[in-house]
């Protein structure tokens, strides 16, 4: 029974030392090769696998990017009006929010529109732009702040893609705390 044991143990460390002398040359079977060897496309070429026969492929119609929040007011005179009107913050005022929105403003408002929402900053005052309004002269709701945040009004331009969409409400929040104290 011992030596049974002792010879196939012999055998089993005899055929794995032969697995790792074998030729290294010959490949070994591959079951479905174009799995290992896909056909590859240039960004811009014909595709057949497509019906528009285009390699690169607008995103489906309807989707939205990963973290991208849908935004349903258009970027006209009339999307403005209507989110003057109707669009609502969904976010608590706290003060959590209102200082990351001190942060936030600091960094992307403040250059132009003062550290106090004057219209007096630092590019103004070396006239670099002029015409920046003051908060307190204007008619102006979360709803109309956070539009031209999103899609930027006259001179200003968009602050969307540097700012998230919580980001863009926790500005909102503290552009209406400089208009209230402006106001005072």
């Known amino acids: 029974m011992k030596s049974i044991l002792k010879i196939t143990i012999a055998l089993a460390f005899i055929i794995s030392l032969t697995s790792c002398w074998r030729d290294k040359t010959k490949p070994n079977y591959r079951y479905m090769p174009d799995m ?30 990963r973290g991208q ?21 969904p ?6 929010n209102l200082e990351n929105g001190n ?10 529109h003062g550290t106090k929402g004057a219209g007096d900053g630092t590019l103004v005052q070396r006239e670099k732009i002029l ?11 979360e709803g109309s702040i956070y539009h031209v945040i999103m899609y930027g009004r006259n001179m200003m331009g968009s602050h969307a893609s540097q700012l998230t969409a919580q980001e863009r409400w926790q500005v909102t929040m503290y552009v209406q705390q400089l208009r209230t104290e402006l106001l005072k």
């Open 131 to 141: 015409g920046v309004p003051n908060y307190k002269d204007r008619d102006i709701t």
């Open 36 to 65: 290992y060897n896909s056909v590859s496309y240039e960004t811009y070429t014909n595709n057949p696998n497509f019906a528009n026969g285009l390699t690169s492929q607008l995103p489906v119609e309807g989707t939205i990017a």
């Open 91 to 96: 976010f608590e005022i706290n003060e959590a």
């Open 103 to 112: 942060k936030m403003y600091t960094i992307y408002c403040a250059s132009c």
């Open 69 to 89: 929040v849908p935004y349903d007011y258009a970027d006209t005179t009339e999307g403005y009006d209507a989110a003057l009107l109707n669009l609502k913050n």
